[in-house]
Structures are given as C-alpha cells and as structure tokens.
C-alpha cells in the first residue's frame, strides 16, 4: 500500500496520517486578503512564490486536491492527509458563512473522490459564532469531517471569549478536536514587537513563520485554560502543531508560576496540556525536539504533520525511520494515535 514504513526504510504496513496539511481556495484568499495585508503589509512580498524563501510553494501546488498531491504522497510514503484550508479566520463576517460554506463542501469532494488517502478538518467562519458552530455540525454529521482548524484570532480575540462559546461547546458535544493553528498577531503586538525599523519583509516573516505565530498560539492556548475552558468542556480536545507551539518547552515553569493557588482552575495548567491537547512536529523534523516531547507528553499524545505544501514531503518517512522508538511507539505518533483520536480507518 502506499505510504508504508518500517524502522529499516524498507517497505511494510506502517501508515502515515499527517495532519497539517493545508490547500488554497481562490475565493477565501481574494476576501481574506484585505484583513491579511492589514495585519501584515509585508507578507505579501514575503511569501510570494518564486522568491526561493522557505514556505513559498508554487499557487498551482497549494491549489491541488486530486492527482498531483496523491503522486506526491505516494513518492513520500504518506498514506493519509487530513485536509484543511487558510485563512478563513480573517474573513469578513458578511461572506463569511457562505464562503465557508462553499469551500467545506469542496474538501469534501476531494475526501468522496479519494476516501483512502483524504480526511479533513471543517473551515469554520468564526466571524460568526453561532453559524461556525452550526457550519461544525454540518461538516461533521453530513460531510464526514474529523474536527475543524482554526488559524488564531478573529477580531482580535482568542476562542475564550464569551462569543466564541459556540464554538468551544459544541466540539465538545460532537468530541471532535479543534486543530489550533497559528494566525497572524493583532497590528498593535506586531508594532512593538516585531517592527521597529526593520524591513518589511523580515517584521513579516518574524511576526509569522519565525516567531510570532507559535508564540501566539501558544498563547492563545494558555488564556483557553487560564480562562477555564478545560473545566468547563474537560473533553474537549486540541491539537497544536510545531512541536506545541513552545508550551512543552515551558511547561515546568509555567505550573511553577501559575499554581491552581493563583488560577483557581480545577487541575495544574500542566495537566490540561496533557490531558487536553495532542501535538504535532509540523514538518519541524527534529529528533532532539521529539525526544523531548516524549519525555514530556508522552508518545501517546504526538501525532505527526508534514505542514505540506509549505514543506514537502520528502523528510517525513526519513524522520520515523531515524527516530530512536520502539516500534509500537512509532506507529503511534505514524498513525495509530491520530485513528484513535479522529475517528481513522486503521
């Protein structure tokens, strides 16, 4: 079967699911564009293809849902990817839903077309609370989807909001994950942060892929907690990409510094980390970093992500096979946990 590993590198029945693995749709970009370029002026210039920059795939690879993309995976040893669009968080409220909408039921054609090699997260129009919730339902009961992305902020707020509870509830009552990616940080943190005289393209990249995005989530992760989600919703699951988005790096300090003593909250802010959330390497192919998150998380909460098209598949089956696991563990963080999780065909 394609996409299948052993730790010699030779061919056997190891599956790889990779769960970040984004596409394009041409009418989200073209409305979402006007609140990107907002709160990111440079990122045009800094993204755009043919530059030769990191994370710069060519518009016909990020638009590609069928034959291409299959090829590619086959040639790399991925044997699932769980599909998900861009940018839906910076849309205008007032096409908000229909765009969505619209783009929800083009993933699906594309997992109807190729059900053994496609699943998909839900786009959700966050614009409007009540309606993604909704929009969740839809894609979930009728459209088969495993959970939904949501890419930061909208409007400037994280999900903890009181308005974003719709959305918060129900995943919780569907039990499927939010996939918390990051997003881009609101104009006023990205003036005192990450501009101060430095050229546009470098304030855009440091407020994104370099720094600012995983910074953000990982804070946006925190105010979830901190604000007592988990307790409210204690099923509810997230999946962070990058490695955690810095917070398995931080988390001994972080409990050390918010005791439930200060949050008040029902469990240590290190026990919602692992009881609440998986995390991905999101193409960060790094066996220091793995190790790491093992001892930490523990493999039964690491999934794998390949971050494609913005990284290509070509490290993934190197990565597992260079891993220093038992073989159970692999197939773990391969495939076995993100079935367990999102429902999967083993």
Not at 9 to 36: C, K, N, W
Not at 279 to 291: E, V, W
Request: charged share 20%.
């Amino acid at each position: 079967m394609p996409g299948t590993i052993d730790p010699s590198g030779t061919e056997a029945a190891m599956r790889i699911i990779a769960l970040e693995e984004h596409f394009l749709d041409l009418d989200v970009a073209r409305a979402s564009r006007p609140e990107a370029e907002r709160l990111s002026p440079g990122s045009t210039a800094a993204y755009a293809p043919g530059t030769g920059y990191p994370y710069t795939p060519a518009p016909e690879v990020l638009l590609d849902l069928g034959e291409g993309r299959i090829a590619d995976m086959d040639a790399h040893g991925i044997s699932v990817q769980v599909l998900s669009t861009l940018s839906t968080q910076q849309l205008p409220a007032d096409v908000a839903v229909e765009l969505v909408r619209k783009v929800n039921d083009r993933t699906a054609a594309a997992v109807a077309a190729h059900p053994d090699r496609f699943a998909a997260f839900a786009a959700l129009p966050t614009a409007v609370p009540e309606a993604a919730a909704d929009e969740l339902a839809r894609a979930v009961g009728e459209l088969g989807f495993v959970g939904s992305m949501i890419n930061g902020r909208t409007g400037g707020g994280f999900l903890d909001e009181p308005r974003f509870d719709p959305v918060l509830r129900r995943s919780a009552e569907l039990r499927v994950p939010i996939y918390l990616h990051p997003g881009v940080p609101p104009v006023e943190t990205s003036r005192s942060n990450y501009e101060g005289g430095l050229d546009p393209i470098v304030t855009a990249r440091l407020q994104t892929s370099a720094w600012g995005w995983h910074v953000e989530t990982g804070t946006h992760f925190l105010h979830l907690v901190l604000a007592g989600v988990f307790d409210r919703y204690p099923d509810l699951q997230l999946v962070l990409g990058h490695w955690g988005e810095m917070v398995p790096f931080y988390l001994e300090r972080i409990e050390e510094a918010l005791p439930q003593r200060i949050t008040h909250l029902d469990r240590p802010v290190g026990d919602y980390f692992r009881e609440n959330v998986h995390i991905t390497p999101s193409g960060m192919f790094n066996q220091a970093q793995l190790r790491f998150c093992v001892e930490t998380v523990g493999v039964d909460r690491i999934m794998f992500s390949v971050d494609y098209p913005m990284l290509g598949n070509d490290g993934a089956r190197a990565f597992l096979r260079e891993a220093d696991l038992p073989p159970l563990a692999m197939e773990k963080i391969a495939h076995l946990n993100a079935e367990r999780l999102l429902g999967l065909p083993g």
